[in-house]
């Protein structure tokens, strides 16, 4: 793997890096230490350009290259949250935070993008500026929204913006990539379905919820097989069921089902939509029931942009000898969506070799993945604004 000398060099820094992150998980917005973490290593490296506060608690720093004639700033993003997981893995460098862990890898991504932050500071090999973002609050909280409305693209001038994410079951170092939808929208539905509870032993008093929810979870899985051009993608996934009821003998008067659509299509989101609130409510209204439906569109589908794509692509190349730029679409969602809504750029898929899925209690970002990630992000910087 060709990956930038210094990157090797550096390999058993930046993974220290990385399992001190990991040891101190922080939640959403909630990434104080981290961002202090970073903006200190930043300034070790010689970085005095830096903004914390973007998007609440996200931090911004500016390299400069040898040469400004090019005029152009490229953007490049990693998130810095984790999730409120219990971990599993029984690592000596497992979390210390009881209930949190970086079950994602984001504490790979922060490191990775800090060690190419360190040779981009040391080498300056490039015409143009660079914008480095950590971002908080990937993991639910919109932290690449909140940053966006900051005035992220505007205030820093960005032209480009990339980022990376860790892919379980590739290839250490391999890296995967399409152009146009790479991740989907993700959006969310709690729905609470409410008849007229009574006892067990006498249904036909009752209105019965739990009947009416039945029929709604089958009737939902039609969006997909009868809907949906079978060519295009849906996921309807019901995740959660409750009821207001714990007894054995008690039909309940309400029934609360939550859960997930993800689409990479925006006329497939708003079909989804529509048919879910048809089904739910027509569905409930066949049994005798009411429904109250809370529908909320979360992040939008990942669209990476055709010649930053390839760009993307091109700079993974000179890294690695595996390089899919075909990778099927996967329906996990990430909001740096939200950044590429703004800006052209593109998202690439970092392989993480075998072990645990992402979310997963024993996931374990792969830190022999890490000079790859660094070698990317440096040489998209310097093919895209070389010096001359």
Partial sequence: MPIKNRFAEMHAEITGWR???????????????????VEEKLRSFGITDITTGIGRTGVVAVIEGRNMKSGRTIGLRADMDALPI???????????????????GHDGHTAILLGAAQYMAETRNFDGRVVLIFQPAEEGGGGGLEMCKDGLMERWNIDEVYGLHNMPGAEPGSFHIREGALLAATDEFDIVITGQGGHAAAPHTVIDPNLATAHIIVAL??????NVDPLKQVVVSVCQLRSDSEAHNVIP??????????SLDPEVRDLAQKRVQEIVDLTARAHGCSA??????????????????HYAAEAAEAVSPGVDRATPPIMAGEDFSYMLEERPGAYIMLGNGEGAMVHHPEY??????????????????EQRMPLT
């Fill in 253 to 262: 008067h309400t029934v609360t089902m939550t859960g997930t659509v993800r």
């Fill in 86 to 104: 219990e971990e599993a893995t029984g690592l000596e460098y497992a979390s210390k935070i009881p209930g949190k862990m970086h079950a994602c």
């Fill in 221 to 226: 899985q039609s969006i997909a097989s009868r």
């Fill in 364 to 381: 374990n970002f792969n830190d022999e993945a890490i000079p790859a990630g660094c070698s990317w992000f440096a040489e998209v910087v």
């Fill in 292 to 309: 109250q439906i809370d529908y909320d569109r979360g992040y939008p589908v990942t669209f990476n942009h055709t010649d930053n794509t």
């Fill in 19 to 37: 399992r001190h992150l990991h040891q101190y998980p922080e939640l959403q917005f909630d990434v104080h230490e981290t961002a202090k973490f």
